[in-house]
């Protein structure tokens, strides 16, 4: 149990649709990221927030956004949905420092038809 | 890009028997970690050893780290069935604010 929670668990759309997903944490865990993964690979960093703004994005267009709110929770925003979108999205939480272990939650599978 | 390699891409031992599964990366690293994966879901952390350490133990996993050759291995000794899962190597580059690369796993299968 990392105590790490996302919603939904499983969700379909269609293409040029948008979408949030939802990730929280226990207390203390001041830095999420989220992350992509596709069938049979591993997964891709997105983005990064510490007190709820950005501060590291990985090889992803605009239209993947996200929000960090002062209980650090967070949530991704995914506009105008592709067939490539369709994955596993994962969030990860951590304290404050690159040295901290990061606790992921199970994930919110996406798929766009 | 992934940033790491591992090796192998898939693995099939009896339960009883130990499972090593390697891991390449390109840049200079603060941290390395490994983690677990069941059938798709979340992932399960199971061990980080630092930059400056080159070898660390929890339970049955051995994790070994070799800076100079940008490598690190995880051994898992007398596997069981449960065992069975995905794992992949992610690392934390130097300098970075906490970002993790992750390579694209080994699928272990441990058979009864």
């Known amino acids: 149990e990392t105590g790490v929670t996302q919603s939904p668990t499983h969700l379909i759309k269609t293409r040029g649709q948008q979408v949030t997903l939802r990730c929280s944490s226990q207390s203390g865990h001041n830095t999420v990221s989220w992350y992509q993964q596709a069938l049979g690979q591993g997964p891709q960093f997105i983005f990064q927030?510490?007190?709820?703004?950005?501060?590291g994005r990985g090889n992803f267009p605009p239209r993947f956004s996200g929000l960090q709110f002062p209980n650090y929770s967070s949530e991704l925003n995914v506009n105008a949905l592709e067939l490539d979108d369709s994955a596993l999205y994962l969030c990860a939480c951590r304290r404050e420092g690159p040295r901290e272990t990061q606790y992921f939650g199970p994930g919110t599978r996406l798929l766009v038809l | 890009s992934q940033q790491g390699e591992e090796d192998p891409q898939a693995l099939s031992i009896q339960e009883g028997e130990n499972a090593t599964m390697n891991c390449s990366y390109k840049?200079?690293?603060?941290?390395l970690q490994w983690y677990r994966q069941n059938s798709g879901r979340g992932l399960v952390h199971l061990i980080l050893?630092?930059?400056?350490?080159r070898e660390k133990h929890s339970g049955r996993l051995r994790v070994t780290l070799d800076t100079s050759k940008k490598s690190s291995s995880l051994l898992i000794t007398a596997s069981r069935a449960a065992d069975t899962a995905s794992y992949f190597c992610a690392t934390t580059p130097s300098g970075n604010t906490g970002k993790l690369i992750f390579g694209q796993g080994t699928t272990l299968q441990v058979k009864p």
């Open positions: 927030y510490y007190r709820e703004e950005e501060n």
């Open positions: 840049t200079s690293i603060n941290n």
């Open positions: 050893i630092r930059s400056n350490e």
